[in-house]
């Protein structure tokens, strides 16, 4: 059972260049959720999927698109990289909204 | 839309002192408050949580919480800390969505 993943753990990248951060789960959870952490702010919700084929926006959803196309697999896509985005970038799950979140390790992404 | 407060980004305090970290959120709803850690270079890890029932909750590692609905707070605490117990500590509430305060490093010194 190795909970939440997420890959890569480190990626840099140029201004206007797009990736995949990659998050999976093992433990049959419908609830996903993408959070960014920036120094001082705490978490902020990206977006969230409450079960296959369903995704919706969180608080700072600009910039990135999501897609669910499986109950495992919560993969998060940046469109064109801004410095903005530089931050650290946390997936997690539950079994329902209301219910413990468990959490990934954390990509480190920076944009030049 | 909700808000969650975390007063103080920082709280020194020496080993096996008493500590509270203050939470205070809003909302006229009903919400379900959390407490996650961090230790450093991690993911966040469950506390505790309140859902409903007793307001004095408790949680993994000695800490506790009470929920406070006249004050909308709840506020973290533990009777005495160890160095293990330095990390940082996020209150958060559910209320549809998960909202999370900006964090209190809890430095811990011998």
């Known amino acids: 059972n190795a909970g939440v993943t997420q890959t890569p753990k480190f990626q840099v990248l140029k201004t206007g260049q797009s990736m995949t951060l990659q998050c999976a789960q093992d433990?049959?959870?419908?609830?996903m959720s993408w959070y960014r952490q920036d120094p001082g702010m705490g978490l902020r919700l990206i977006h969230y999927s409450v079960g296959a084929g369903i995704t919706d926006q969180g608080e700072v959803p600009n910039g990135y698109n999501v897609s669910r196309s499986t109950t495992e697999d919560f993969p998060l896509r940046l469109l064109s990289a801004a410095p903005s985005q530089t931050s650290v970038y946390f997936c997690?799950?539950?079994?329902?909204?209301?219910?413990?979140?468990?959490f990934g390790p954390g990509t480190r992404l920076t944009v030049l | 839309a909700q808000s969650v407060t975390q007063l103080d980004s920082q709280v020194p305090v020496f080993e096996e002192a008493p500590v509270e970290l203050r939470c205070n959120y809003s909302s006229s709803v009903s919400v379900y408050l959390f407490w996650y850690v961090q230790y450093p270079n991690q993911g966040l890890q469950l506390l505790l949580k309140y859902l409903s029932g007793s307001t004095l909750v408790k949680g993994i590692n000695g800490f506790e919480a009470e929920f406070n609905k006249s004050q909308t707070s709840f506020h973290l605490r533990k009777p005495s800390v160890h160095i293990s117990d330095t990390a940082e500590y996020f209150c958060?509430?559910?209320?549809?969505?998960?909202?999370f305060g900006s964090g209190t490093k809890l430095n811990v010194k011998p």
């Open positions: 433990m049959n959870h419908e609830y």
């Open positions: 958060a509430v559910c209320y549809n969505k998960f909202y």
């Open positions: 997690a799950s539950s079994r329902g909204q209301t219910d413990t979140q468990y």
